[in-house]
């Protein structure tokens, strides 16, 4: 088999996935091959897959059947395919072994092998990694990135929190906080190759402890003294993690933008504990006040699961309540999906599929309700945006505000990477439009 000269990843799920995926494409690049600008071009098809919910392991074998249909053959064999991601990382041995067309199966901690075994694999070989070497995978791959206006950097991976509904521990093993140096010189490499912002990464990222002495808040502080770094954000953050140092932070740190996604999951204390979440109901609301006291205009997005075992109307209830209370600017919600290896999986009184649906079409109703009037009351009001892309039509450029809205605006020669002052005129549930401000005074 010859060697594939082309590649292309395709992630699904988390913003971590976004991240390795870069890093892999980054990989590859050094070891000479292109990104291809289709899957259907690629010599090498990389699947970076996720395994939060239901049928991602489904997802992944009729993608694998889509591309073996389609018969992209690259120069003395057919397209590689890879799979990598926490589906990987979790049935990598099924896979390689109800899957014949797949060359190549890496987990979430091994993929700076990822040459050497697409090496392999042209020998003819079908390697498998799923071994768990966080660290010694961040020193392989190093600090060099592609600049960007915004880009996320992994800080922590992993998590010891156990909550029974997840597979996050068993997919991307026990919590390990990356160096800070290391860190650092990423964020400067970064900073000087233009990015603006950054968006720190971990599985449980306000858990960060480099075990030396830096703690999150004081990684936070270090990154906004980086100059060129003017937007700092950070996700996904467990609520028993948000100390009082890290709030205080939002009040004291100019770069920490006004936005927290703090996953709550449910209203109701005893449902929480069933789910092994180390928070109450009140204990979360006491974060998001005590963030508001130091930063007023900090908004919230949140993650929900509705119908876990034993759910009743009542204690659904309570997560509208506590929604109602700290009035969200953005959330994802989700029916619990009972995942194989999980503790929630094995408990008693599963709930019906149609009460799950109904929970979940009342919350996202009120979600919606929420985000829209969020987005609706920036109208009229002037704020910064970073520009981050171009737009789909000729001249148009999509930005982020402090609080994570994608604005639309005619760039008027305003460049991406460049943070400019808009005029919000309009708003819609998921994005805004607006105007130039200093242009249209002109
Ligand atoms: N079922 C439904 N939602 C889940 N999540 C995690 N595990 C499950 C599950 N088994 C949701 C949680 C988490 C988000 C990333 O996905 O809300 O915060
Ligand atoms: Fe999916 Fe979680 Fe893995 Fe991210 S870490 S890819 S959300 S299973």
Known sequence: MTAPKSYFVKSYGCQMNVYDAERMGELLEADGLSRASTQGEADLIVLNTCHIREKASEKVYSEIGRIEKAGRSREGGKAMIAVAGCVAQAEGAEIAARARGVDLIVGPQAYHRLPAMVGSATRGERPVDTDLPTLAKFRALGTARKAAPSRFLTIQ????????????????GA??????????????KLADGGTREITL???NVNAYDDGAGTGFADLIAKVADISGIDRIRYTTSHPADMTGELIAAHGEIRELMPYLHLPVQSGNDRILKAMNRSHTAESYLESIAALRRVRPDMAISGDFIVGFPGETEAEFEDTLQIVRQTNYAQAYSFKYSPRPGTPAADMDDQIAEEVKSDRLQRLQALLNEQQLAFNAASVGTRTSVLLERAG?????????????????LHAHGAKTGEIVDVRIESAGPNSLSGVLAERKAA
């Open 201 to 203: 990464l971990g599985q």
């Open 392 to 408: 789909k039509h000729a001249g148009q450029l999509i930005g982020k505000t402090p609080w994570l809205q994608s604005v639309h």
């Open 175 to 188: 919590e390990v906080s990356r160096p800070a140096a290391t860190l650092l010189e990423e964020a400067r």
């Open 157 to 172: 991976e992993g998590c010891d929190k156990f909550c029974t509904y997840c597979v996050v521990p068993y997919t991307r």
